[in-house]
T-cell receptor, first 112, second 115 residues
């Protein structure tokens, strides 16, 4: 079965710091990759997605992620975080079926 | 469009009680899913449906039943609630198979506590 690992459970940064959240998955075949964000008290929203093509994908709010097939990774990055980026971030993977497998999430706190 | 709606937002149950979590979408989406979210475990798929009259089990189906009599509604039933079912439940829908053009939309969640 597919598994998704997010190694950083909690991250605390100051505003303007750079962010990188790790995501690794286990499936060796073709995958589709997603990052979702859940702001406090809100539902999940899609941040960005990778299906094919350029392995560096750009999403909303200045986020980007890089798919490295050889490392089974899809790390999320942002060069300069803001207080409003405080949220929980989930990596998800879809393989040949339609089911999404989610990682355990990373709680990001940005200190003003 | 209201998108994906869920009721109730909060619920407290006693062990052994039954209840139904409601989920509805007004986007004419064929695919609907139920997830539970537990700290450190992300979202885990409980049941899903690819259209009216068709349901299937996900990763953690035990203790839950679903049915899909209409395209719009996908209720989740807890037959005999247990403390292990304390969680936040999210319903999601997509037009079809999730692909580059078909995003999965999530509802606001139901926070369930079983005492």
């Amino acid at each position: 079965a597919q598994s998704v690992s997010q190694h950083n459970h909690h991250v605390i940064l100051s505003e303007a710091a750079s962010l990188e959240l790790g995501c690794n998955y286990s499936y060796g075949g073709t995958v589709n990759l997603f990052w979702y964000v859940q702001y406090p008290g809100q539902h999940l929203q899609l941040l960005l997605k990778y299906f094919s093509g350029d392995p560096l994908v750009k999403g909303i709010k200045g986020f980007e992620a890089e798919f490295i097939k050889s490392k089974f990774s899809f790390n999320l990055r942002k060069p300069s975080v803001q207080w409003s980026d405080t949220a929980e971030y989930f990596c998800a993977v879809k393989d040949a079926g339609n089911m999404l497998t989610f990682g355990g999430g990373t709680r990001l706190m940005v200190k003003p | 469009n209201a998108g994906v709606t869920q009721t109730p937002k909060f619920q407290v149950l006693k062990t052994g009680q039954s209840m139904t979590l409601q989920c509805a979408q007004d986007m004419n989406h064929e695919y609907m899913s139920w997830y539970r979210q537990d700290p450190g475990m992300g979202l885990r798929l409980i049941h899903y449906s690819v259209g009216a009259g068709i349901t299937d089990q996900g990763e953690v189906p035990n203790g839950y039943n679903v049915s899909r009599s209409t395209t719009e509604d996908f209720p989740l039933r807890l037959l005999s609630a247990a403390p292990s079912q304390t969680s936040v439940y999210f319903c999601a829908s997509s037009l079809g198979l999730v692909n580059y053009y078909n995003e999965q939309f999530f509802g606001p969640g139901t926070r369930l506590t079983v005492l």
